[in-house]
């Protein structure tokens, strides 16, 4: 049975970050875009625990670092994910409220 990224230590996560960096360039190479993603998706949720949920608050707004037409405000933090809406250019707020790594958020805006 696999260890879930909670019980990893930071070096194993970092461990793991390079491997699956590693697997998602292969996958990438090869025009296989859902290997692909699936990769890069398990690299947000290891970074997200070498980050610290404390650093991150409700009702503040954060850019989302792939996804640059966005900017994401957290209604609340659960573990190692913001809940809230994606904000679009027009400062427009998506209905549809979601959880995302911590790890996906880039910098906080006044």
């Not at 019980?7 to 970092?14: A, I, Q």
């Amino acid at each position: 049975m696999e260890k879930r990224y909670s019980e990893y230590t930071v070096g194993e996560l970092r461990e793991e970050v390079a491997a699956l960096k590693e697997k998602a360039q292969k996958a990438e190479q090869l025009g296989n875009v859902s290997e692909f993603a699936i990769h890069e998706r398990k690299i947000q949720m290891a970074l997200a625990y070498m980050m610290n949920p404390e650093d991150y608050a409700a009702g503040e707004t954060y850019e989302l670092q792939q996804d640059p037409g966005h900017t994401f405000k957290i209604s609340y933090i659960n573990g190692r994910f913001a809940w809230g809406n994606r904000i679009n250019l027009l400062g427009e707020m998506v209905e549809k409220q979601e959880a995302i790594p911590i790890s996906m958020l880039g910098k906080k805006l006044d």
